[in-house]
T-cell receptor, first 114, second 115 residues
Framework: AQTVTQSQPEMSVQEAETVTLSCTYD???????LFWYKQPPSRQMILVIR??????QNATENRFSVNFQKAAKSFSLKISDSQLGDAAMYFC???????????FGSGTQLTVLP | EAGVVQSPRYKIIEKKQPVAFWCNPI?????LYWYRQNLGQGPELLIR????????DSQLPKDRFSAERLKGVDSTLKIQPAELGDSAVYLC?????????????FGPGTRLTVL
């Protein structure tokens, strides 16, 4: 069974600064996908970024980028130029190539300080 | 393109009462998921549908929970009777195999409070 661990229950960052959220996972499969979702107080889970395990290049979406270390089973999210609207709970999630369900971590609550 | 629609957004009931949640996935998405999210935790899968067939319901408490997806489009999740421990957010998501990484898109969820 896959497990996803987010070791930082809470993080804070100053507006316009950079913050990195950590995520590690455990899987025996070589084909899988990783995701970061953002959940603001409205509860809507919003996709932030995704990474296919077979791709060596780290995914990037505007101010969001990942550091994917496959051997270490690490998948951290970097948010550059943090904005007040980035404040939310961030979840790391794993999906194996064969199964279609997502396994989520316990989340990191990000606070952006003005 | 419309997103995943869920209703109601909030529901407060007394224990032992029945409750139902409704979900309409993104048009064209053949896979539909129901997740339960307890306070301070990540979502956990309850059931997955491929079109109208439930293909993974191993985490669904079948003694009180039921779900259906007639005609392979919208879906209903029911709890009868509800217990105090069922208080949570119930999230619906949908995906399409044709999309990158089979990405799941979520609805806004239903927050259930059982008194």
């Amino acid at each position: 069974a896959q497990t996803v661990t987010q070791s930082q229950p809470e993080m804070s960052v100053q507006e316009a600064e950079t913050v990195t959220l950590s995520c590690t996972y455990d899987t025996s499969e070589s084909d899988y996908y990783l995701f970061w979702y953002k959940q603001p107080p409205s509860r809507q889970m919003i996709l932030v970024i995704r990474q296919e395990a077979y791709k060596q290049q780290n995914a990037t979406e505007n101010r969001f980028s990942v550091n994917f270390q496959k051997a270490a089973k690490s998948f951290s999210l970097k948010i550059s130029d943090s904005q007040l609207g980035d404040a939310a709970m961030y979840f790391c999630a794993h999906r194996s190539g064969s199964a279609r369900q997502l396994t989520f971590g316990s989340g990191t609550q990000l606070t952006v300080l003005p | 393109e419309a997103g995943v629609v869920q209703s109601p957004r909030y529901k407060i009931i007394e224990k032992k009462q029945p409750v139902a949640f409704w979900c309409n996935p993104i048009s064209g998405h053949n896979t539909l998921y129901w997740y339960r999210q307890n306070l301070g935790q990540g979502p956990e899968l309850l059931i997955r549908y491929e079109n109208e067939e439930a293909v993974d319901d191993s985490q669904l408490p079948k003694d009180r929970f039921s779900a259906e997806r007639l005609k392979g489009v919208d879906s209903t999740l029911k709890i009868q009777p509800a217990e105090l421990g069922d208080s949570a957010v119930y999230l619906c998501a949908s995906s399409s195999r044709g999309q990158t990484a089979d990405t799941q898109y979520f609805g806004p969820g239903t927050r259930l409070t059982v008194l």
